[in-house]
């Protein structure tokens, strides 16, 4: 069984920074990209960053991009999410996800929240 | 305001069908594979139909997607009060290079 889970969430303050992560179980975690995505409090859902199998291609979405930085630890099977400069509007639950790009998000983490306030 | 579109809210009586649309552009639908995602109340999205018209295992074939064009159009037979959810669209956009959601369909089931 295929399972994803999540863990780094939290209260911070706009400025701050938090590491997500994510452990994967139940499929060969070394093989696949994979995905972030949040969401904010009663809104959709928004692509925030993605990475390859092999770590060697990543991309960011606009809003993040300079901030945030993905990263994985096949080792592990964990997938990271570096966040700095944290700004009230990152405020979201964030989700991990197996897959990228033009493939499907085929499991997704159970989300954690992360709440930038002050 | 999402570059893939969907009605905000639909409804629909148990046992009857809806469908729920995504439009996109020609750089999005009009040139790769659409996902659809449910997300029941509180809890994760989940994949429901992938490559524009195919079940994951263990989803009922009371769901089904189709494409035409540049829209996508999940459907849903024999509503059942479970099926209340929030409906996302999602597809890669090759002029953009960004993964594309829609703002999602609220289907409620009375």
């Known amino acids: 069984e295929v399972q994803l889970l999540q863990s780094g969430g939290g209260f911070i303050q706009p400025g701050g920074s938090l590491r997500l992560s994510c452990v994967a179980s139940?499929?060969?975690?070394?093989?696949?990209?994979m995905t972030w995505v949040r969401q904010a409090p009663g809104k959709g859902l928004e692509w925030v960053s993605d990475?390859?199998?092999?770590?060697?291609?990543?991309d960011y979405a606009d809003s993040v991009v300079g901030r945030f930085t993905v990263s994985r630890d096949n080792s592990k099977s964990t997938l990271y999410l570096q966040m700095n400069s944290l700004r009230v509007e990152d405020t979201a639950i964030y989700y991990c996800?197996?897959?990228?790009?033009?493939?499907?998000?085929?499991?997704w983490g159970q989300g954690t929240l992360v709440t930038v306030s002050s | 305001q999402s570059v893939l579109t969907q009605s905000p809210s639909m409804s629909a009586a148990p046992g009857q069908k809806v469908t729920i649309s995504c439009s996109g552009s020609?750089?999005?639908?009009?040139?790769?594979?659409v996902s659809w995602y449910q997300q029941l109340p509180g809890a994760a999205p989940k994949l429901l139909i992938y490559?524009?018209?195919k079940r994951p295992s263990g989803i009922p074939d009371r769901f089904s997607g189709s494409w035409s064009g540049t829209s996508a159009t999940l459907g849903i037979t024999g509503l059942q009060t479970g099926d209340e959810a929030d409906y996302y669209c999602?597809?890669?956009?090759?002029?953009?290079?960004?993964?594309?959601f829609g703002g999602g369909t609220k289907l409620t089931v009375l």
């Open positions: 999602g597809t890669w956009d090759s002029r953009l290079r960004t993964v594309l």
């Open positions: 139940g499929f060969t975690f070394s093989t696949y990209a």
């Open positions: 990475i390859s199998a092999s770590s060697s291609n990543s």
């Open positions: 490559e524009n018209n």
């Open positions: 996800a197996k897959g990228w790009r033009d493939y499907p998000l085929e499991y």
């Open positions: 020609s750089s999005n639908i009009g040139k790769n594979y």
